[in-house]
């Protein structure tokens, strides 16, 4: 069973809006803090954002106001929200959990902290 199950994604104009979704295989990942990533064609994967059990969120700077990482716990989801995309969010975009609480229950953006991660799909913006 694929512990992380990501959807959404695809291509869009600038300033257009895409909508990601990472369903997790038990309901423990409510538990886990969870985080968006993404890496271009080039460049070092990076943290979008992140989420942990309390709510507590965490963004690039890049992406706030921009992008909401939500979850549902009822539904096992985590969400990445994307609002007034750039090209430069052009990327393939992953989800990861943090099982073992090495994060400690901070939303860190390092993917040093996540050892479960789902599959990846592309978000592609133009100009």
């Known amino acids: 069973q694929v512990p992380l199950v990501v959807s959404g994604g695809g291509s869009v104009q600038a300033g257009g809006s895409l909508s990601l979704s990472c369903v997790a295989s038990?309901?423990?990942?409510?538990?886990?803090?969870m985080g968006w990533f993404r890496q271009a064609p080039g460049k070092e994967r990076e943290g979008v954002a992140a989420i942990c059990s309390d709510g507590n969120t965490n963004y690039r700077d890049s992406v706030k106001g921009r992008f909401t990482i939500s979850k549902d716990n009822a539904k096992n989801t985590l969400y990445l929200q994307m609002n007034s995309l750039k090209p430069d969010d052009t990327a393939m975009y992953y989800c990861a959990a943090d099982p073992s609480g090495r994060s400690g229950g901070i939303p860190y953006l390092a993917a040093f902290f996540y050892s479960t991660w789902g599959q990846g799909t592309q978000v592609t913006v133009s100009s």
């Open positions: 038990s309901y423990t990942y409510s538990r886990y803090c």
